[in-house]
């Protein structure tokens, strides 16, 4: 089985009908994505923006870490939720747009930025707390982010001029 075969596949479930077969389906899901990314880009951006060394600097990076997180996941699930719910709607259309793949790429890369980090911050965060500025492979590790999470948003602006 192809994975355009698995789109068609899934735009015929019920979770595929949900946005284009319901009145408000799609509104209300797009406005449950956008609020999620509100929550989970914003509050990581307050993060990478301390990474970089550029605000929150007279907190420790790890408790403004501890402090964020909870905010970011919710935000990320509401967004991963109503996202997926989307593309099931409109698998095959999203399948073929150069923007979507574009969007799954660096969603990806921002995944493994993170996984990097956070792996590296369990062994050295003593001595990035109170640095400053921070470590240059911490600030690379926030603008990385930013720059990944901008090119999701973008991509992601961008598919729904090109696809409806």
């Given at each position: 089985?192809?994975?355009?075969?698995v789109c068609e596949w899934l735009e015929t479930t019920a979770l595929g009908a949900i946005a284009p077969a319901t009145l408000y389906g799609f509104q209300v899901l797009v406005g449950i994505h956008i609020l999620g990314l509100i929550l989970s880009v914003g509050t990581l951006l307050w993060m990478?923006?301390?990474?970089?060394?550029?605000?929150?600097?007279?907190g420790p990076l790890s408790e403004i870490q501890r402090s964020l997180s909870p905010w970011f996941f919710f935000g990320f699930s509401a967004m991963f939720?109503?996202?997926?719910?989307?593309?099931?709607?409109?698998?095959?259309?999203?399948?073929?747009?150069?923007?979507?793949?574009?969007?799954?790429?660096?969603l990806v890369l921002a995944g493994i930025?993170?996984?990097i980090f956070h792996v590296m911050a369990k062994k050295m965060s003593a001595d990035w707390d109170a640095a400053q500025p921070p470590p240059a492979l911490v600030r690379f590790a926030?603008?990385?982010?930013?720059?990944?999470?901008?090119?999701?948003i973008l991509s992601g602006r961008m598919m729904s001029y090109t696809m409806f």
């Open positions: 089985m192809t994975i355009l075969e990478d923006l301390r990474m970089i060394g550029i605000s929150l600097v007279a939720v109503s996202g997926f719910i989307l593309f099931a709607g409109f698998a095959t259309s999203a399948y073929e747009n150069t923007y979507f793949r574009i969007k799954m790429i660096a930025n993170a996984l926030g603008l990385g982010s930013i720059v990944l999470w901008s090119t999701v």
